[in-house]
């Protein structure tokens, strides 16, 4: 189970709005299994059809990370006029099997569909999303710290 609070998941459906009429792409970030953090990336293919993260913007995404203390937990980008269901291209550079890979679909822009999944060795399989509020997060979040 992919779990992400709605905080994010509005930010990454705005960025790929936003990003139009090329893909939106960046890195999720969190702790415990939860999503807690998006980084937006720069789409260097400048693309419709194609994205990939601009190199120092990744470095440093990494960087800070490390420096909160969290980890990679996936890797978003958005389809313009497709499903959200992995390509091709997006299986072939599915270089994080540990990594959920979420897909926001905006072929219908007033309701974006947003779908993750595991790829592994060319092997796709959908993963559920579960959304949750971001103030339980933080409370759970420091809640936990504060015990540790």
Do not use: W
Not at 89 to 94: C, I, W
Request: charged share 25%.
């Amino acid at each position: 189970m992919f779990i992400l609070n709605r905080e994010c998941l509005e930010e990454m459906i705005q960025h790929a709005k936003d990003e139009l009429p090329n893909e939106g792409c960046g890195i999720l970030a969190g702790k415990d299994g939860k999503v807690l953090k998006v980084y937006k990336m720069t789409n260097t293919d400048k693309s419709p059809s194609t994205f990939f993260m601009e190199p120092q913007e990744q470095f440093e995404a990494m960087k800070d990370m490390r420096r909160l203390g969290m980890e990679m937990m996936g890797i978003y980008h958005s389809h313009v006029a497709s499903p959200a269901y992995p390509s091709p291209r997006d299986v072939k550079l599915a270089f994080y099997p540990d990594v959920c890979y979420v897909i926001i679909s905006l072929n219908d822009k007033e309701n974006p569909q947003v779908r993750t999944f595991r790829i592994q060795e060319e092997n796709i399989s959908e993963e559920e999303i579960k959304f949750v509020c971001l103030r339980l997060f933080i409370f759970h979040f420091n809640f936990r710290h504060f015990l540790a």
